[in-house]
């Protein structure tokens, strides 16, 4: 069984300060793990993905997370924080070679100016 | 790549009317998934696709609703007898399947569904 949560519904960030959106994973497999982000009236679009190879993972627009197997965590962080970057991020767990995708809640980022 | 489109973007519809929703997804993608999101939660797995081949569907996924995939293209998802709680985003997502570990997965806009 697999299962995600994201420990925050809602983050505030000011722009320019560091992001960190948590999450922590249960899986009876060994996981691959994924990070998605969700804009307002667009799809949902893949940050960065962990897949067993380098435990630091880097993604797009500045985004990376670190998979810490003794936490069971894969939290997400970005050193400085852009407006563009408010939106919606997923926590995603799967079994790996597997097809069958468990989405966390989601956490809701905001940027103040 | 025109990516994957869904087809309404928005449907309001009655109580117990049917309704299907069109995804075509990325064209040389094999694999095609439906999800289910609701307001404040995360997507939820619906089904999956194998070319034409239905090869998982959740239990989340009643005798109410059905999926095709013919000839591994473009896929529809039917809801009989509409109710208030199938109100939701309904989400399409394709990928091509790899060697490896899990393929990156391509979502569409998604459908509104607003059962009244």
């Known amino acids: 069984a697999q299962s995600v949560t994201q420990l925050d519904s809602h983050v505030s960030v000011s722009e320019g300060t560091p992001v960190l959106l948590r999450c922590n994973y249960s899986s009876s497999y060994s996981p691959s793990l994924f990070w998605y982000v969700q804009h307002p009236n667009k799809g949902l679009q893949l940050l960065l993905k962990?897949?067993?190879?380098?435990?630091l993972v880097k993604g797009i627009n500045g985004f990376e997370a670190e998979f810490k197997k003794s936490e069971t965590s894969f939290h997400l962080t970005k050193p400085s924080a852009h407006m563009s970057d408010a939106a919606e991020y997923f926590c995603v767990v799967s079994r790996r070679g597997g097809f069958k995708t468990i989405f966390g809640a989601g956490t809701r980022l905001f940027v103040k100016a | 790549d025109t990516g994957v489109s869904q087809d309404p973007r928005h449907k309001i519809t009655k109580r117990g009317q049917n309704v299907t929703f069109r995804c075509d997804p990325i064209?040389?993608?094999?694999?095609l998934y439906w999800y289910r999101q609701t307001l404040g939660q995360g997507p939820e797995f619906l089904t999956y696709f194998q070319n034409e081949a239905q090869l998982e569907k959740s239990r989340l996924l009643s005798d109410r609703f059905s999926a095709e995939r013919p000839k591994g293209s473009f896929s529809t998802l039917e809801i009989q007898r509409t109710e208030q709680g199938d109100s939701a985003m309904y989400l399409c997502?394709?990928?091509?399947?790899?060697?490896?570990?899990?393929?990156?997965?391509?979502f569409g806009s998604g459908t509104q569904l607003s059962v009244l």
């Open positions: 064209s040389e993608h094999n694999r």
């Open positions: 962990y897949t067993s190879a380098a435990t």
């Open positions: 997502a394709s990928s091509l399947t790899v060697q490896g570990p899990n393929e990156k997965l391509f």
